[in-house]
């Protein structure tokens, strides 16, 4: 009988944004212990549940240990991080001698003093259970990887899909990669690319689509267990961000790191390509102004995705709609836990007065003066993930002004789920123009409902703006600084 541990540590640190992450901000995303979590299943808690189900199918025992993630926000708190950290290692120790190690991370969490926690914590478990029981990792493609994760991980998957909506088949990946080990003595090996780029790759569309299924085709044939795109996470300033191919082979590291290098190559090849073509705000407020589909005009507030480590409170897109006089609009989520806190004081139906957003910084933009009437209240909210999981919003209210619903929640998070908005009484899909405070992960269910997406750049704690970001540690040996860093 085999003995597996696992544990869920991460977050997505932008090292760029005004908020620190500390124990809170876990407390309120998710942070449970002995698999505590019910029916409330976080997303990078979705691989602890999938690889248990397996485990326990071939009657193996599983010894669950800590699972933390937090909103992403800025640099971690070092305390909290270390604290963390060590659990964990004293949860494996407790559990030795066991036969592999799977975690869920996310791939670019940075804490203070640590600009690769999550190498740090692979490198620690290598430490602990020696250098041949199997560590297998699960990532979110937005990682930065580095050499501490490719040294010390025996092998590393990662999601393929931008949006993320294949956290569970991945971790199946990764389950199936260890059963391979265990049943048929397969010796994974890691073969990577540097594909020395930087940007945003949506899998939607393509050539970003096309490109994934053709290396997924790969998986399972000739001896390769597995194929990753890593795009990295561009809002983090790490020497190891950038983007990069992963191949996961049998026993032959030079085949992994040729397939590797061809893939990358075709990757790298199509960095302009797949960029998003990102409106102004005038752009995007001239185009609402003239939408007359039945369908809704959908905009994505890019640089406010608190799913990047924004506040998700920045005004300027709702200024620009109500000083333009758009009506038949939605807007959300804004992180305002004070105007949530003064609607349920007054009450549904009832109107006041609110400063509204802007409360962060210059990234936020001004707040705003507004007299709203309360359309809907909901406590303790929450909304769809990926996978079958679910997403703690908080305490929510919705305000109408001028023809503007906006939704504001207690608890920071993306709006990346028709109910963000259902939930408390508004149909998207009957407004004219809907405006959601995320990046890419809203367009697995918003895009049935839209007639047209447009991706709106404006200043955030995630403005894609990549050749004007102050970078101090990231190596600019990379496209877009360099027009072709490979020669």
Known sequence: MKKIFTATLGTETNTFAPLPTGLRLFEETCLFRKASYGDRKPMFGMPLIVWRERAEKRGWTVIESLCAFAQPAGKTVKKVYEDFRDEILADLRAAQPVDAVLLSLHGAMVAEGYDDAEGDLIKRVREVVGPNVPIGVELDLHGNVGADKLENASFIVLFKEYPHIDVAERAHDVFNVLEAVFDRGAKPVMGWFDCRMVGVFHTTRPPMRGFVDRFTALEGKDGILSVSAIHGFPWADVADMGSKMLVVADGDRAKAMALAEKLGREFFAMRQETQPAYMTLDQAMARCATHNQPRPLVLADCSDNAGGGAASDSTFILKAMLDRGIKDAAIGMFWDPMAVRLAFEVGEGAELDVRLGGKNGPMSGDPLDLRVKVIGL??????????????????????EVNGV???????????????????????????????????????????????????????????????????????????????????
């Not at 406590?379 to 305490?395: I, K, L």
């Open 378 to 399: 909901r406590r303790d909210m929450t909304t769809h993930g990926f996978s079958g999981s679910t997403v703690p919003v908080g305490d929510c209210a919705a305000f």
């Open 405 to 487: 619903a906006i939704v504001c929640n207690s608890l920071r998070a993306q709006c990346k789920s028709v109910d963000a908005f259902t939930n408390i009484g508004i149909d998207p899909s009957a407004r004219k123009v809907v405006v959601v405070k995320s990046m890419q992960h809203f367009h697995a269910e918003y895009a049935p409902v839209a007639s047209e997406i447009l991706y709106v750049a404006v200043p955030g704690a995630v403005a894609p703006d990549f050749l004007n970001m102050p970078y101090t540690k990231v190596d600019r040996r990379q496209w877009p600084f360099v027009a072709n860093p490979h020669g």
